[in-house]
């Protein structure tokens, strides 16, 4: 078959010139222009759908971030409402504990405080940073929400304790013995008036002459008289091996052999003996003759020891 030629007007020439090999020539511009074409069209989808990620991304972080934000406010208001719960309930099992004669807990002085710089931290750190720092102040607020439950057990077994100690719990040293501000407290002190360094074995509660003296626990009046340096002096058997004194009295308000209730008045602050340097009263408690700290034995809510509120919490 004859191959058709093709031919192009030359200005230059001034004639016809016969274009050679028309044929690959036109199918490889014609293939040159294709893939041109499906270049520019893949280059500029990839540009359109990265600029469209690039989009949603950012909405997205925006999003993620507002999400974040509202979570911290959560999550800051949650901290410091189980943290009130856990110290109130921590305060006191520790002192029920002690009340009932049963072994301290292994992480009763674990702190679990957070400053509320930590939180403001948070929302001042980077996005990253702020995520890192939010997951592990929430594994916190997770513990503090687990140690709560592990106190409210600890109560449970208070509770247990107390159906066999009901008596403890009546006669124990429990409330302040006078409604006075402590001065000296237990423990090794220079004595104003020996003036030399010397164990002090109680709570020195600064009161006025004639403020009311209240038994913190039932009781009977073993002792009534002057004791030396204490001045005035009255002791009371609580049972369970406890003892409580009085010293530095103005006036009895009971007699010897007599029972006593917890709050009932028993005397009346002063300034007797000659190792008082003013109004106040000498508070010490006892146990099978050994001294304690007394402020052990304030709990100012002296509902704790009422079986009713123990069922009820």
Do not use: W
């Not at 594994?139 to 304790?161: A, H, L, M, R």
């Not at 403020?211 to 002791?235: M, N, R, S």
């Not at 508070?283 to 304690?292: D, M, T």
């Amino acid at each position: 078959m004859k191959i058709k030629k093709f031919y192009y007007y030359s200005p230059d020439k001034q004639k016809l010139v016969q274009i050679h090999n028309f044929i690959p020539k036109a199918i490889f511009g014609l293939f040159t222009l294709l893939i041109l074409f499906v270049l520019t069209t893949v280059v500029l989808n990839n540009t359109i759908l990265k600029s469209e990620n690039l989009e949603e991304v950012l909405l997205n972080n925006f999003t993620e971030k507002k999400l974040l934000g509202s979570e911290i406010e959560i999550l800051k208001k949650k901290y410091h409402k189980l943290y009130s719960k856990f110290e109130k309930l921590s305060d006191e099992t520790r002192a029920l504990r002690l009340a009932v004669n049963l072994p301290s807990l292994e992480n009763e002085n674990e702190n679990y405080g957070i400053g509320g710089s930590e939180f403001n931290n948070i929302m001042n750190a980077s996005f990253d940073k702020r995520k890192e720092k939010f997951n592990s102040i929430y594994d916190y607020v997770n513990k503090i929400e687990t140690n709560i439950k592990y106190e409210t057990s600890n109560f449970e077994e208070i509770k247990n304790k107390f159906n066999d100690n009901k008596n403890l719990f009546d006669v124990i040293p429990a409330i302040r013995p006078v409604h006075a501000r402590i001065g000296d407290r237990f423990g090794s002190r220079f004595h104003p008036i020996l003036k030399v360094n010397r164990m002090h074995n109680g709570l020195d509660f600064l009161s006025n002459t004639g403020d009311a003296v209240l038994a913190p626990g039932d009781g009977i009046i073993t002792f009534i008289g002057e004791k030396g340096g204490y001045g005035k002096v009255i002791k009371i058997k609580h049972g369970f091996g406890y003892e409580t004194l009085y010293a530095h009295l103005s006036k009895f308000k009971v007699k010897r052999g007599q029972k006593v209730k917890r709050g009932d008045v028993i005397a009346f602050t002063g300034n007797t003996g000659s190792l008082s340097t003013g109004p106040h009263l000498h508070y010490e408690v006892r146990h099978n003759g050994v001294c304690l700290n007394p402020r052990n034995f304030i709990f100012e809510n002296v509902k704790l020891f009422e079986n009713n509120y123990l069922v009820s919490n």
